[in-house]
Nanobody, 115 residues
Framework: QVQLVESGGGLVQAGGSLRLSCAAS????????MGWYRQAPGKQREMVAK???????NYADSVKGRFTISRDNAKNAVYLQMNSLKPEDTAAYYC?????????WGQGTQVTVSS
């Protein structure tokens, strides 16, 4: 079964940190670039970070230097370490392949950053 399950979100004060996790079905994970995306209320979903199968990463300008994406190929998992969080990082966060596959979107995990 094709599945992506995100976890690790929560409420944190500005300046704090969170680590998001995504468990992926092996069929999705092993040959795909994986990405983290987010969608804030009233805004379009945007890519936050992506990582290739060999660990090459790319970040949105808004999170460079604060977020780190990583993957564990043995566990079919991808992570997003978020530091120095800002209120504008508040959003639902999702993992997916890159480019995103429409039928892979999961429930996401909510991140709320208070000022």
């Amino acid at each position: 079964q094709v599945q992506l399950v995100e976890s690790g979100g929560g409420l944190v004060q500005a300046g704090g940190s969170l680590r998001l996790s995504c468990a992926a079905s092996r069929i999705i994970f092993r040959t795909n670039v994986m990405g983290w995306y987010r969608q804030a209320p009233g805004k379009q979903r945007e890519m936050v970070a992506k990582i290739t199968t060999i660990g090459i990463t790319n970040y949105a300008d808004s999170v460079k230097g604060r977020f780190t994406i990583s993957r564990d190929n043995a566990k079919n998992a991808v992570y997003l370490q978020m530091n120095s969080l800002k209120p504008e990082d508040t959003a639902a966060y999702y993992c997916n392949t890159y480019p995103a596959a429409q039928n892979y979107w999961g429930q996401g995990t909510q991140v709320t950053v208070s000022s």
